[in-house]
């Protein structure tokens, strides 16, 4: 079966420092993957989607980035950290060629607070 | 594009009485429709999901949700709430190329 991964499962930052919130999948080869933000009270803002290893696409511009250097890793990262960037982030998956679109499974999320 | 609206931000209901949890989408299509499940802390679990056929699909959990194309609606529904159904709901619509747009949420309360 499928499992989903994030890390650290809580994390406290100052402001202006570096972040990295990694996110595996286990059980599947070659995934979509993807990273919400879910402000406090909000729904899901979708942040990057991934098609495969090294292609990203950015829903919204921001300070944050994200990278996929393995088929089943996907990692959200800032240089400087902004007390915007608080919330909770979540990565989910769905497998790329399904037709009709199939759902997307989501991993237990990160609780960021910038302080 | 798809979007999706849930009127509501939190509802309340009393346990064993039922639910009702509004949605409303936009889009040119046929949808692929869905709602999810968050409980405080946590990930999304999916409840249910429309693709086409049976207007009315079963979830897990008990919950229940009907398409109506004529109203743009995908409303869930549970005939006796539970208090561990106490959580965030979200609906959510796909349109077949990996964009998936999720509603703001409703909170659901329930009362002993």
């Known amino acids: 079966s499928q499992t989903i991964h994030q890390w650290p499962a809580t994390l406290v930052q100052p402001v202006g420092s570096p972040l990295s919130l990694e996110c595996t999948v286990e059980g599947t080869s070659n995934p979509n993957l993807y990273w919400y933000r879910q402000a406090a009270g909000r729904g899901l803002q979708l942040l990057f989607y991934s098609v495969g290893i090294g292609q990203i696409s950015s829903e919204v511009p921001q300070n944050l980035s994200a990278s996929r250097p393995q088929d089943r890793q996907f990692i959200l990262s800032s240089k400087k950290l902004l007390l915007s960037d608080s919330g909770f982030y979540l990565c989910?998956?769905?497998?790329?060629?399904?037709?009709?679109?199939?759902?997307?499974?989501f991993g237990p999320g990160t609780r960021l607070t910038v302080l | 594009a798809q979007s999706v609206t849930q009127p509501d931000i939190h509802i309340t209901v009393s346990e064993g009485a039922s639910l009702e949890l509004r949605c409303n989408y936009s889009?040119?299509?046929?949808?692929?429709l869905f709602w999810y499940v968050q409980s405080p802390g946590q990930g999304l679990q999916l409840l249910l999901k429309?693709?086409?056929?049976?207007?009315l699909v079963q979830g897990i959990k008990g919950f229940e949700a009907e398409f109506k194309r004529s109203q743009s609606s995908f409303n869930l529904r549970k005939p006796s709430v539970h208090w561990s159904d106490a959580a965030e709901y979200f609906c959510a619509v796909g349109a077949g190329n990996n964009d998936m747009r999720f509603g703001a949420g409703t909170r659901l309360t329930v009362k002993p």
């Open positions: 989910a998956w769905d497998r790329s060629l399904l037709r009709p679109q199939g759902e997307q499974f």
């Open positions: 429309y693709f086409s056929g049976d207007t």
């Open positions: 889009y040119g299509a046929t949808p692929y």
